[in-house]
């Protein structure tokens, strides 16, 4: 632990930077812009949502709370983080003198890992539903997929934000980050830091590679039913695949934007010798390594509600009018009233 010499709390690391590197780093006008965009563009998907899911079916319609669900919560991820961080880099305000107590620290801390690790969670809850929707059709009565799928979400929702509360009960600190206008986890090498650090990268990590194995498995079931005996018999609907390339873009989305952050927390407090001095301090390059990747995770809250957007039947057929001209498919659940019976 270290000490600042003064009656602050100890989420005060220190950090060498000048008022004038700060306005060099942290520019309001793009900080708000960014926010702006990221908060209409969810906005839009969430109308988009509300029209889609009148008259959708039972699958379709627990897929589309999953969606719901991560839309919310990238949107209030925005609004919230955004707010205090526009705020930060439109006054400057020394953190210290505004929060001597640290409790805006911490929350701000717990509100980056919570919005951090919900959509990776969510991610993976929507393969896991998609995975049992279409591998294992009767496994889940479709009465109760949608009550099913909000429970899912507020399951994840309280996962996410036990974690994040970890560090208020002593596993783990929040500190504040370079430039001085965000907190975030330690990564620091005492034993507290090191487990919160390795919990929040490796449960990331482990949501992420489950949503490739259970997206790839059901991928290649729809390839097979659809290049199949049964192809002429059977074929998934326009809303199976169509949910899948949703689902296969958050993937792609969330792997691209999170992953190289969540291998840099787990690299760093495993590196020997440590990255944080007994002071506190990081290198100049850790501190600003780690601001790059955070900035690239926050695009993860801009590009998901576009992968809605844009993959979208309607929008593809625009694209691709042939498709528009496709026999209707049927569903890919097996239909048990369609057997032949015994005269």
């Known amino acids: 632990m270290w000490h600042n010499g003064s009656s602050l709390r100890p989420c005060f690391r220190p950090t060498n930077i000048t008022l004038e590197e700060r306005r ?8 708000a812009s960014f926010c702006l965009v990221g908060l209409a563009s969810n906005l ?12 959708s079916s039972h699958s379709r319609s627990s897929f ?14 925005l609004l919230i983080t955004g707010a205090i961080v526009v705020s930060q880099h439109a006054v400057l305000f020394d ?10 620290c911490r929350f701000f801390g717990v509100v980056m890992v919570f919005f951090g690790l919900c959509p990776l969670l969510l991610g993976a809850a929507m393969a896991s539903e998609r995975y049992l929707g279409i591998t294992r059709p009767f496994s889940r009565p479709a009465s109760t997929s949608q009550r ?11 996962t996410a934000l036990a974690l994040g509360l970890l560090p208020l009960l002593g596993v783990g600190r929040y500190t ?10 330690t990564l620091g090498p005492e034993p507290g830091d090191v487990a919160f650090g390795l919990l929040f990268s490796l449960l990331g990590s482990f949501s992420v590679g489950l949503s490739f194995l259970l997206n790839t498995i059901s991928v290649a079931t729809l390839c097979h039913v659809y290049h199949g005996q049964e ?21 792609v989305v969330a792997s691209v934007c999170w992953m190289p952050l969540l291998v840099f927390i787990a690299q760093t407090v495993l590196r020997s010798p440590p990255a944080m001095s007994p002071s506190g301090q990081l290198s100049r390059a850790t501190e600003q390594e780690l601001l790059i990747y955070l900035r690239v995770a ?35 659940q097996p239909q048990l009233t369609r057997r032949p019976t015994m005269a």
Do not use: K
């Open 298 to 332: 926050t695009w993860n809250q801009i590009l998901d509600p576009w992968v809605y957007i844009l993959f979208r039947r309607a929008v593809i057929r625009r694209l691709h009018p042939r498709l528009s001209t496709r026999p209707r498919s049927l569903s890919l």
């Open 44 to 55: 839009l998907a969430l109308s988009v949502l509300a029209r889609a899911r009148q008259g």
């Open 231 to 251: 192809a002429a018999q059977q074929r998934p609907r326009d809303c199976e695949v169509e949910m899948m390339a949703q689902l296969t873009g958050i993937m």
């Open 176 to 185: 504040m980050q370079y430039p001085g206008s965000w907190c975030f986890l």
């Open 24 to 31: 060099l780093i942290a520019s309001p006008w793009f900080a």
């Open 64 to 77: 589309l709370t999953f969606l719901c669900g991560l839309v919310l919560t990238d949107f209030m991820g």
């Open 148 to 158: 099913r799928a909000w429970a899912t979400v507020g399951l994840v929702w309280a």
């Open 95 to 104: 953190w210290r003198t505004v929060d001597p107590s640290c409790r805006l």
